[in-house]
């Protein structure tokens, strides 16, 4: 097996071990009511919400696959060895990442700009950071 195949795997097998620590603490952050005995889940599950977690999520997991591939491109141009196909296929897969990067934050700063133009929330949650005012 090669060596990025190698890589490949071990990533692909220890992202989904962080994203279970990721939720579990998430969860454990739960408010629970312990006279009632009732919990407050998902207090704001409504379709707009699902909607922009969507996409929140797909432009993450667009930027993380094409980081992953510029990563992989540069182990593979490394582990070239001088080969003039090898390295070919290297540039190719590094060129096609940082087109894929470059596509993936020119749709968020669209997005930023049109929510900033005509005041909607499509990925931002409408919590702001308050000004701190000079005493």
């Given at each position: 097996m090669k060596l990025y195949q190698k890589i490949l795997i071990s990533i692909f097998t220890f992202l989904p071990a962080m994203v279970m620590v990721g939720a579990t603490v998430?969860?454990?952050?739960?408010?629970?009511d312990?006279?009632?005995g009732t919990q407050n889940v998902l207090p704001r599950t409504t379709i707009p919400n699902i909607i922009t977690a969507a996409i929140r999520l797909l432009i993450v997991a667009a930027f993380t696959i094409a980081f992953i591939f510029l990563i992989f491109g540069g182990i593979k141009w490394i582990t070239a060895g001088g080969d003039k196909n090898g390295v070919e296929s290297?540039?190719?897969?590094?060129?096609?990442a940082l087109v894929g990067l470059v596509i993936v934050l020119a749709s968020f700063a669209?997005?930023?700009l049109v929510e900033s133009f005509f005041g909607l929330r499509i990925i931002t949650?409408?919590?702001?950071?308050?000004?701190?005012?000079?005493?």
């Open positions: 998430a969860i454990a952050q739960i408010n629970i312990i006279t009632s290297a540039r190719n897969m590094v060129t096609a669209i997005i930023r949650t409408g919590q702001t950071i308050q000004p701190v005012a000079p005493e």
